[in-house]
């Protein structure tokens, strides 16, 4: 199935909009390419943060907790806790920049430190929230701490 030109999903817009303007989009339920058993129970969301687009998984209502992966993962490491977690939180747990479906900066210099610590306070902004309470380990750990 081919990328839709908004989202960078395979939705063919299906059940694509944006919110809050150019700077976030979001799907109402599962990516439609997938049926039955492996249905997910979250939501694909992106999200514009220093003229990049993160990609970030969410579900659950209540306080903001950003899960923020390690090397060489994705949002995927946390996929058995979203679900426990959202029963408390608003739960987003983003690709950081340069891993899976966040675009990736070409120079090394794009990665500096205050640039990630820069990208995790700009995806908690799009949620409505000042502040936000971090899970994270290994490169996710270093920026947020």
């Known amino acids: 199935m081919a990328a839709h030109a908004v989202c960078g999903r395979a939705c063919y817009g299906v059940g694509c909009r944006r919110e809050g303007g150019a700077r976030f989009w979001t799907h109402d339920g599962p990516d439609p ?45 946390w996929h058995k806790l979203i679900p426990d977690l959202a029963k408390k939180y608003k739960v987003v747990a ?20 205050d640039l990630l610590v820069s990208d995790f306070a700009g995806i908690i902004k799009p949620y409505g929230a000042k502040t936000a309470r971090i899970a994270s380990h290994d490169c996710g750990g270093a920026p947020a701490s």
């Open 94 to 113: 983003p690709d950081l920049r340069g891993y899976n479906e966040t675009e990736k900066p070409p120079k090394v210099s794009d990665y500096k430190i």
């Open 33 to 77: 390419s997938i049926r039955g058993p492996l249905a997910e129970p979250w939501t694909h969301e992106y999200v514009g943060v220093n003229g990049l687009k993160f990609h970030c998984v969410t579900m659950g209502e209540g306080p903001l907790l950003l899960l923020l992966h390690g090397f060489p993962q994705n949002w995927y490491a």
